[in-house]
């Protein structure tokens, strides 16, 4: 399965610092074809590349980066056995290709039509 991953929009600071991405990953496999959109908040880092400078495999790896996501954020309490606040650890590129290659594997997988009642015939 060939995997295509591709910035569509970026939103910038007025600092000139890339605060919100929007892309899309596609996948193919023989002739079938799937994709999905995201989009991934930035935040701010300790390198700086000017904006005319940047290449969309630079903007890539800053969304691959794993994103550590409160869970309190999420409006949802999740504490731990050890009454801790549990934090969680997104990976958009492994979610983002995991969700197209569903899709094509449903597509692989024969569907199962309205089968013909087995007393009729």
């Not at 309205?114 to 009729?120: A, K, S």
């Amino acid at each position: 399965m060939n995997f295509k991953w591709t910035v569509n929009k970026v939103k910038v600071a007025q600092d000139n610092l890339i605060v919100n991405v929007e892309l899309t990953v596609s996948a193919t496999e023989n002739n079938l074809k799937a994709s999905a959109q995201y989009s991934r908040n930035l935040q701010r880092g300790s390198t700086f590349i000017p904006y005319e400078q940047l290449t969309e495999q630079q903007v890539l790896d800053w969304c691959f980066a794993p994103e550590v996501i409160d869970r309190l954020v999420l409006a949802q309490t999740w504490v731990g056995a050890d009454k801790v606040e549990q934090l969680t650890t997104k990976h958009l590129k492994d979610e983002g290709e995991a969700q197209v290659a569903g899709q094509i594997e449903r597509q692989l997988t024969p569907r199962k039509s309205d089968p013909i009642l087995p007393w009729v015939k």
